[in-house]
């Protein structure tokens, strides 16, 4: 299913620390998983010198945004309090902070009260919410009451049990339902910056995951910015019979793909290789 992109006019930019943030050309978000058993890099980035040596290349390779997560969100990953959460994120997001005042950070949480303190404490200014509000029902007036971005991803279930035989009976048509009424939800309450996320892996079997990719163009009927998560993600690694180690070949044709379908965020471990798909896509657009 084509759009024309005249019959949407899709939101591009977002209002970071007053200011508004282009998201045309796409950008990449660059993740920080601090928690010892994220499915790719859980582990390597607890010690403050990995820590450092990890955002300055992310920054360097031309990350527009870093997403730092406390939160384990691998399928049965195991649940930790809000405290020890807060107590991971605590030093790591002041010493970011202190050491690149300029970067703009995301937290990816679902709890509300993280949000709140990490916003207020230390002036992040994105929440990314895995569960879109679902896991902590006063996320959405605690995201409105902050004024910064927010995005929400579609995800069926939770981390512990979304891979236990998801069903849809049209995944595409089933997402694009979920974040409408969540949009007009937050619409209600006063939040101008939404960014979405369909949550490939997250509830979705392989097949799920492709035809949602193939069918990624259609969310231009929302008119708000799209962010993907692809990176090293099972859908690549499982079809290719590889490993989250020698999925970045897939990532990259993925990434290519879903830039081509209309993709204005992409979140990735793998900075460098994603700025270069997007420099190759908008120079073809250029000869368009």
């Not at 990350?63 to 691998?74: L, T, V």
């Not at 995005?151 to 981390?159: A, E, K, L, R, V």
């Not at 193939?214 to 962010?227: A, Y």
């Not at 099972?234 to 879903?258: C, E, F, Q, R, W």
Request: aromatic residues 8%.
């Amino acid at each position: 299913m084509k759009f024309k992109d005249t019959f949407f006019s899709k939101k591009l930019t977002l209002n970071i620390r007053g200011s508004l943030f282009e998201l045309s050309p796409p950008k990449v978000m660059g993740v920080l998983n601090i928690t010892p058993d994220s499915f790719y890099d859980g582990g390597k980035y607890m010690e403050t010198a990995t820590i450092i040596t990890r955002v300055e290349q992310l920054l360097s390779e031309g990350a527009s945004f870093i997403d730092i997560g406390a939160y384990s969100s691998r399928p049965g990953a195991a649940h930790i309090p809000e405290d020890e959460e807060y107590t991971r994120l605590k030093p790591v997001i002041a010493l970011i902070r202190k050491r690149y005042p300029e970067a703009v950070l995301s937290i990816d949480t679902f709890r509300s009260g993280i949000a709140k303190r990490m916003v207020e404490e230390f002036g992040v200014d994105m929440i990314n919410d895995i569960s879109a509000g679902r896991m902590d029902h006063e996320m959405y007036e605690t995201v409105a009451s902050l004024g910064v971005p927010y995005i929400i991803m579609h995800m069926q279930g939770t981390p512990r049990d979304m891979q236990k035989k998801p069903h849809y009976q049209n995944v595409t048509r089933e997402i694009l339902t979920f974040f409408s009424e969540r949009v007009r939800e937050l619409k209600l309450l006063g939040v101008n910056d939404i960014i979405v996320d369909p949550g490939f892996g997250f509830g979705k079997t392989l097949d799920h995951n492709y035809e949602l990719m193939n069918q990624l163009e259609t969310f231009k009927i929302l008119e708000l910015p799209v962010m993907v998560g692809l990176s090293r993600k099972s859908m690549i690694y499982k079809l290719l019979k590889a490993t989250p180690s020698d999925a970045l070949n897939g990532t990259t044709v993925l990434h290519t793909v879903a830039l081509l379908k209309g993709a204005d965020i992409l979140r990735t471990h793998d900075i460098r290789e994603a700025v270069e798909a997007i420099t190759i896509i908008e120079k073809l657009k250029e000869m368009e």
